[in-house]
Structure formats: C-alpha cells, structure tokens
C-alpha cells in the first residue's frame, strides 16, 4: 500500500500531522476523499472532543454520524433510562436495553459502529451547578435536549467557556436547527458580524401556555431524526474546517475570525404536516441576525459569570417558568378524579356536560363514558371569536350537548392544565350564568383518572 497509512500497530498520536493507523485509513476513506476533507480534515475530528447533551430522539442519529465519523472523544450527557416509547425515534437503543441508563445503552450501541473513539458517559442530567465541569472537557457542543431551561443554561456556559454549540429542537412535526457562537468571540466584544448566541436569537423562552414536550405533543421520528442528522453534519463540519478556530493552528482564541468563517447565522426550519398531500418538503432557512449589543449573556454589558450560574444566578427554572399543576383555580371549582367518578357511579351527581379538551388524537384512545371532545386550540380560537365578535356565551359549547341554563359543566384534559384554564375562559365569558351554573375542573386530567379510577385507561 502506497497511502499514508502508517503501522497498523502505532498508537495514534495527537497531532494533527500524523500517519493515519491503517484502520483509521480504511474505517474513513470514504470521507476522507470528499472534497474539503481529506486527512488534515479527519485528524481534527480524531483529535477533536464533542459533547452531546441528551441520548434522545436527536442526541441519538447524532451521535451515530459523530461515532461513524471518527471524532476521537464523545461525552454523552443524559439522566434518563430507555423506556419503551422512545425506540420509535430514540434509534440508538434498543428493545433489549429497556431500563438502561441511556447513555450507557447508546455507547453499547456507538461502540458497535466505531470502537475507535473514547466514549465519557456522563449519566445524570445537565444543571446550574455541573455545566461548566463538563462542557469545559470539550471543543464544541450539542445541544439535544428538549427543554428551554436547559437551553439557556447551555447556552450560557458556552458564550462563558467560549464554545461552539450546535442547537437543534423538535417537537411532534418539525424541527429547527442553527449553528450558535462560532466562531467563539468573547463575552462582551460586541459586533453584528460576530455570531449569536441562544439568547440573541431566543431573548425569552416561549410562553408556559405552549411549552409541551415530546411526550404531550408527540413527536414524529423522522421529523427529529432529520435534525439530529443535521446537527451532526453541522458539528463533523465546523471541526474538520477548524471554522471554530483563528487563521492559525495555534489555537490562540485571541487571533482575528477570518472573514469566511464569519457567515450569516441561519435557522433552519423543517416542517412535516401527516395531514397534507404528499410534499411539498418545507425546508426554510431564515436569515438570523448577529450578536446582540444588550444580550444577556453576551451583551457589552453583561454580568453573567459562571460563578454566578453556579450559585443560582440566573434562575433558569423561574426565568422559563414550566407550567406546573399548582394553578389558581379555588378549591370550589375543582374535584378530584375519584370523586367524580364515586358520586357519579351512586347517581349523586345531576345531569351535566362533560367536555374533554385533549386533542382528538388522544380522545381517540380513549374517554371517559359521555365525554364530549371539544379540543383546547379550537376551544381558545373560538373563545377569542366570541370575545371580539361578540354572540350568546353558550355558543361556545358543543352543539350536541342540549343544555338548561343550569347544567353543570365538568372539565377534563390530559394532566388537569388545559381544563383549569378552560373553565376560567367559560366564565370570563359568561356561560356560569352569573354563578347560576356550575363550572368544575377534574384535577389533574386522565392522567389522575388512570392513577385513581381506571389503571387500564389507556394514557398517552
Ligand atoms: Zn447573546
């Protein structure tokens, strides 16, 4: 063999200007010969250490790229274990690695398809207190998870450490995706030519009200996959072309960002619709504007500081406030799941409606006995109708339910959120009849009716 393979017994060396093993040779002579790559390109990946945060539905495609590529050290961030209704999108487990911890399970798996790297399992999830301990040991980031609290948190810690994050997020039908902090400028040196961070893109997370993950909105495979496999090609490609890095190779972080690696940030936006025809295929790339002079995190005048996230500042939980079960509603409006269901069985309960306000989809699983779905986007679209049109209050109720002005109203959804506020909106619009009427929520939504009344309800 002529190629600069090297003695397939010499222990690789961490040098970007080294003899290929022979196995390194044939495991990646196929992208080795894509233009741009070469051997220079995979000794960066070689020597290059990537960290991806979350094993789920788009840690998993990429880290399967980021391993078949060569990258020489993947730390795999993840608390969670492998619970059957991941595998339809979570493709690096497996049946057989039910109730594993899913960074060990993905290993099992990235071993199988690349035994070359070194795989750091880091099995807990990402917080205040450990980020900066982890995301120091590496030269760029993933960020796979699904949630806005941790996002800012990652986001955050890599403007402080000066590291590259590649973002992607999806929920049930698409997907988005955007190179952040690349190349790293330091915090503080504000330019619009300099690449954004989270923060410059998100300034807030989005609000309580339509913040679901993955297991209440549901979430295609495909859809997440895509964008895992994306973000891996994102990650193999800012490191084989060092685009992270200044002119020289000496890693010297203070040298000038040439201009090419100073693009405009794009968002990608994939979009999947199980309703529509077949196509057409929308991919979206929006243009992004750069670093932000009043960022939070990277602003001119920005006082956060690892110290700070370390000790609580800023609260990332109360800054994304997660809706929680706790609501307002008073004790008088609301009943739990076994009462309803006990003073219904002894007759003690009178005539009423029952609206369910999950999705059809869900409805469709299953209900309680006489439940009307009436789903809460149409119910909040139609409620907003009436307030700016105007019209009789019980026009928002379903046609088919045939209602005296006293008729008591019982408000189920999946965890008992969605009911409280719609049972709120009937008021604020007047279908209590002045008081006449009573309006109840059922705590805690089917998913209360399944842990009290019905085990075998099937909730999803
Ligand atoms: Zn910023």
New binding site residues.
Partial sequence: MTADTGAASAAPMKSNDRRLTYEEFERYSRQMIVPGMGKHGQLRLINSRILIIGAGGLGCPAAQYIAGAGVGTIGIVDGDTVEISNLHRQVGHATSRLGWKKVDSLIAHLKDINPLPNYIPHPFHLDPQNAADIITQYDLVMDCTDNPATRYLI?DVC?LLRKPLVSAASVQKSGQLIVLNCPPAPQGLVDKKYP?????CFKKPPPPSSMVSCGEAGIMGPVVGMMGVAQAGEAIKIIASALHLPPSSTNDLTAPIPERNLQQPTLLIYTYDLESAVGPYSFRALRMAG??KN?????ENSTLTLEGIKTGNPNYVTFCSPPTTDHALPPEDRITASKYHETRARGELPAHLLIDTREKEHFSFGAIDGAINVPFGRFLMNAAAIKRDGGPPDQILPAEAALGDDTPIFVVCRRGLDSQETVEKLKELGVDHGGKRKIMDIVGGMKAWKDEVDPTFPFV
């Fill in positions: 986001s403007v954004p961070c989270y923060r410059c670093r932000r960022c939070f995190a990277c602003g």
